[in-house]
């Protein structure tokens, strides 16, 4: 059966993609964030998995208000940038893991989720950003993907618990995929910003830093929160961070935590990644 | 579309509901027709008539024609859909930012960003 091999948190700020893309990746502003990734990057190449599944959301580029998906999840060949308003970006496009994906919505289904099936669809910086900040920029991706995209916009958006919820399902998904596959999730968004009202800025280090240590030791105290403590605590647009329950819900009770970065302000955002794995499956090179 | 003071139960921060999304559906619509470059092309040629084929009332033109962010926001335009007018136009998120909280941009990256500058 196929394995889960790690939970990667990250965030997805549109800002990183567009400052790699003009080069700015060894400047003072950005250097300490980039560089903070760099052990992540070696986790992957070391335990090189085969399949990324990765939450995000879509902002306003792939779905319109006029219809919105509260989970969507892609069976789709190919996965290619999306024109957000500067043109598609220069990235190769994402293959998909389709079989994977189309075994995942069926175990959905039979498991009282429902989400949208997305055979055609273009994807924006929510997922583009992560896979550069653990793969960096190679000329073909070296893992294919498997999107679920979650609505953190348009009111009402998901209970967190829904989204623990859904990492549950997602990883009797892996297990029960009959292949030796070797799989990692991600958890994208986040950590505090505000884009929007009068507390635009708002950031949150402290709580930040919080939830980067909730997230590993105490997941329950997180899916158990309101959807407007997340907002408070984080931001309007911070409160997507809720998706990284997804990720973590597919996890053991107990996780080991091999890196962790936290970095502020990236644009407007707090911005932080983690690498997990399961505490009775870890890879012993660094277990001790 | 009014906005009845202390409707948002966290100060300052705007859910985007129904209420908004309903209010603020011409200029999102109008907002998200910019990523195509046919669109952004017609924006940059004849900005009020680009905005006319989107029907938006008086109020939400002068708002959108002034680069009123707050003023975007308040009649129900979401960010991440009136950001891509900065594709068009640009500007800063952080100056987006800074006009919202009505704070000059230094200020704003220095008190609420936390940036030494
Ligand atoms: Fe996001």
């Not at chain 1, 948190?9 to 003072?28: C, E």
């Not at chain 1, 306003?60 to 509260?70: A, C, E, I, R, Y």
């Not at chain 1, 995209?149 to 009959?178: D, H, K, T």
Request: glycine content about 8%; proline content about 7%.
């Amino acid at each position: 059966m196929a394995k889960l091999i790690g939970g990667l948190g990250t965030s997805h700020v549109p800002s990183i993609g567009a400052a790699i893309d003009k080069g700015l990746r060894d400047t003072p502003d950005w250097k300490p964030f980039f560089d903070g990734y760099i052990p992540g990057q070696e986790w992957v190449k070391e335990h090189k998995p085969d399949v990324a599944v990765v939450i995000f959301n879509d902002h306003g580029n792939s779905f319109f208000l006029d219809k919105v998906p509260t989970f969507a999840v892609g069976c789709a060949e190919e996965y290619r940038p999306v024109d957000e308003g500067w043109g598609p970006r220069a990235i190769p496009p994402f293959k998909g893991a389709v079989d994977f994906s189309w075994h995942f919505i069926d175990t959905l289904i039979e498991s009282r989720f429902d989400p949208m099936i997305c055979q055609e669809i273009e994807v924006d910086h929510g997922i583009q950003v992560p896979m550069e900040l653990f793969w960096g920029r190679p000329a073909e991706w070296p893992v294919r993907v498997v999107p679920i995209f979650v609505n953190v916009i348009q009111y009402p958006i998901p209970l967190p618990s829904r989204c623990y919820e859904m990492g549950r399902v997602l990883r009797q998904a892996i297990e029960s995929y009959p292949t030796d596959e070797r799989f990692v999730i991600l958890g994208t968004g986040g950590l505090s910003h505000q884009l929007q009202g009068a507390r635009a800025g708002f950031v949150n280090p402290q709580a930040d830093q919080a939830f980067l240590n909730d997230i590993a030791t105490d997941p329950e105290k997180l899916a158990s929160m309101s959807r407007e403590q997340y907002v408070e605590l984080f931001g309007s647009e911070g409160a997507e961070l809720m998706m990284w329950l997804v990720m973590r819900g597919a996890m053991d009770r107990d996780v080991v935590v091999r890196h962790k970065h936290y970095f502020v302000p990236a644009s407007m955002t707090g911005a932080g990644m983690i690498v997990m794995e399961n505490k009775a499956t870890a890879s012993p090179a660094v277990a001790a | 579309m009014e906005e009845k003071p202390g409707q948002d139960r966290i100060p300052d921060t705007p859910l985007f509901d129904r209420k908004r999304s309903l209010g603020g559906y011409r200029i999102n619509k109008m907002a998200m027709g910019l990523s195509k470059p046919e669109n952004r092309e017609a924006f940059k040629q004849d900005e009020s008539a680009y905005l006319d084929r989107f029907g938006l009332t008086p109020e939400e033109k002068e708002a959108v024609m002034t680069r009123n962010w707050r003023e975007m926001v308040r009649l129900g335009g979401n960010l991440f859909f009136i950001l891509k007018i900065s594709a068009v136009d640009p500007v800063r998120i952080t100056e987006i930012g800074a006009h919202q909280a009505g704070m000059d941009h230094d200020d704003f990256l220095r008190n609420r960003l936390g940036k030494k500058v």
